[in-house]
């Protein structure tokens, strides 16, 4: 019988993190974290950049100890009934096409800015979605190659403006700072956080991965850190190039500050935003297969997606039905960047904050379990992280007027499962 193949190191994986974390936030946040708390939105990409390194070293002492293709479904197995880890690896699965439908929507929002053009969208984006599956079909080491030429492609493009934006900022447009307070801080923390949302991807990989209870932990830390710093300077020059005022009436807000920067020139920059949002769908792309490959041998979904082709080495059935399950998807949701967000952000908060339980629990039903990463203040941290995210549904519930609407609407896709367990 045929197996997955190691064939991943740990660059791969690094640009792989790097690109499947790094979400919509890091092109549309000043202008979407700037809407609800102005100039102060800066302070909120501070603090989710701490957050966001914390729980990346939650799923490291996870895929340290059970580095295995499930990932997120894996790490529940251990802690949760078998019923729980189900749900946990459909809602992941759920998580990662809403996901990869954002990103290929925002994607496309900057190639073709004219909302009048829905049919080419449209056509560009299922051509998009089957070539990034071909491309998974046909082997993990091409897939990891265009996902680290997209990866670098992309840094290379926030650099593009960091550094030369650093110089032409103006201060007196980071003032009033607090414009609305510092409340609305939180709130903001809420709707950008999907610009970390991905951390599950890299787990996927585990059983393709050279050495995965070490490369995979420092690749996942690493990798965040950087989006983290990355993310928070796009911010910080953004706002000071342009007035947040202006950034959150404009569908792209990076093309005002390209054209502010580089002039006339900082559109062709448009299509670099286009090759690094799709670089980030691509991540989830590759990875996701291997969440039902692990599903699929635990009898808990359609068993022949289990198999590995002989030739590539690849979950070639169960990448042939993600193809399908995320035209779909992708067809019922496309153009609607904003509610694709809304989905997308409290179903990804409640599947980490189960994901981030499994530490504390983990510790307590085995402690002598062997660890290569062990997350500091594990058990005390895992219940402020959680907490916190707690905190953000909240307040996201008491701003959002449509909250309980989108929230029951995410849950009924969770709820799809419940008749697919019981088959």
């Known amino acids: 019988m045929a197996e997955l193949k190691r064939a991943l190191g740990f660059w791969t994986i690094l640009f792989l993190s790097i690109a499947s974390i790094m979400g919509t936030g890091m092109f549309f946040g000043a202008a979407i974290g700037s809407k609800y708390s102005g100039n102060a939105s800066i302070l909120s990409w501070v603090i989710i950049s701490f957050v966001a390194v914390y729980i990346s070293m939650f799923f490291s002492e996870l895929v340290s100890m059970f580095p295995k293709a499930g990932g997120v479904y894996e790490f529940s197995k251990q802690a949760y009934s078998r019923f729980t880890s189900f749900i946990m690896g459909w809602l992941a699965w759920i998580v990662g096409n809403l996901t990869t439908a954002l990103l290929i929507v925002a994607a496309i929002d900057y190639l073709i800015p004219d909302p009048s053009q829905f049919v080419l969208k449209l056509a560009i984006s299922i051509i998009l979605i089957i070539v990034l599956n071909a491309i998974a079909f046909f082997g993990i080491e091409a897939s990891g190659m265009v996902v680290v030429v997209l990866s670098a492609l992309s840094i290379s493009l926030i650099l593009s403006v960091i550094f030369p934006g650093i110089f032409i900022m103006e201060i007196g447009n980071l003032a009033p700072f607090f414009t609305y307070g510092i409340a609305p801080i939180l709130v903001t923390i809420f709707f950008i956080a999907e610009a970390f949302y991905g951390w599950e991807s ?222």
Request: charged fraction near 10%; hydrophobic fraction near 55%; charge should be positive.
């Open 202 to 423: 890299a787990t996927y990989l585990s059983e393709e991965t050279k050495n995965p209870e070490k490369t995979i932990p420092k690749a996942l830390i690493y990798g965040t850190i950087i989006v983290g710093v990355l993310a928070t300077l796009i911010s910080s020059v953004s706002l000071g190039i342009v007035p947040f005022q202006i950034l959150i009436a404009t569908t792209a807000p990076l093309s005002i500050v390209f054209e502010r920067i580089y002039g006339a020139f900082g559109n062709l920059l448009n299509y670099g935003v286009f090759i690094a949002l799709i670089g980030s769908a691509a991540g989830g792309i590759i990875t996701m297969p291997r969440l039902i490959l692990a599903l699929a041998r635990d009898k808990l979904f359609i068993a022949q997606l289990s198999e590995i082709h002989p030739v590539f080495k690849t979950p070639h059935k169960a990448i042939i039905f993600q193809t399908i399950i995320s035209l779909i998807i992708f067809s019922m949701a496309f153009g609607g960047y904003r509610t694709l967000l809304s989905l997308l952000l409290p179903l990804g908060l409640i599947m980490y904050i189960f994901i981030i339980m499994i530490v504390p629990i983990l510790r307590y039903k085995y402690p002598n379990a062997p660890r290569s990463f062990k997350v500091p203040f594990g058990k005390i941290g895992a219940y402020l992280l959680v907490g916190f995210l707690c905190s953000l549904m909240a307040l996201w519930i008491i701003a959002e007027p449509a909250a309980w609407q989108i929230l029951r609407l995410g849950l009924s896709f969770v709820a799809i499962g419940i008749p697919i367990y019981l088959l």
